[in-house]
């Protein structure tokens, strides 16, 4: 029975991120890297997650943080509303929503992700909030205003 990717694609896992999970093959842009990277949130797989961290922006904590909050985290659901590129062929970036529930209590990272590319192999680098007005259209695609959605 084929399972449809946690990253929202609406491809079979096994065609999708997957293959990025096994360590069969690199995500090829930014783009496909977020959404492995949050297949492997809702797949639990924390050693995917510190290996596609860049090695500069590691903390040495960072596995055990991630496993800590694989415990109380449930994901459910990714929208990439934007890819651009960096000041260079090794720089791009990534805007996306990415819904969670906590301990019972609905939640989302709306985030601008920077990575850069290294060897030829694309790593999440950091991350920033973008502004969004309280009346702005919410950039998860909802239809909802900001202030009504993914700003609460």
């Known amino acids: 029975m084929s399972q449809l990717c946690p990253c929202g694609s609406g491809l079979e896992y096994s065609l999708c991120c997957q293959p990025y999970l096994r ?17 492997a949130y809702v797949m639990q797989d924390a050693d995917y997650l510190v290996a ?7 903390s040495p904590s960072l596995k ?13 659901g990714l929208t990439v ?19 969670f529930a906590e301990q019972g209590a609905e939640s989302a990272i709306v985030e601008r992700s920077r ?19 309280r009346n702005d259209p919410c950039p998860c695609a909802s239809g909802k205003k900001y202030k009504k959605c993914c700003g609460r």
């Open 23 to 39: 360590a069969d093959a690199h995500a090829p842009t930014p783009s496909q890297l977020m959404r492995s990277r949050y297949s």
């Open 52 to 58: 596609t961290w860049h090695p500069q922006t590691r």
């Open 64 to 76: 055990a943080d991630i496993l800590a909050s694989f415990g109380s985290t449930c994901w459910s």
């Open 81 to 99: 509303y934007e890819a651009a590129a960096g000041n260079h062929e090794n720089e791009g970036f990534v805007s996306f929503v990415a819904r």
């Open 115 to 133: 990575f850069l590319k290294e060897n030829g192999q694309w790593y999440y680098v950091d991350g920033t909030r973008p502004q969004f007005g």
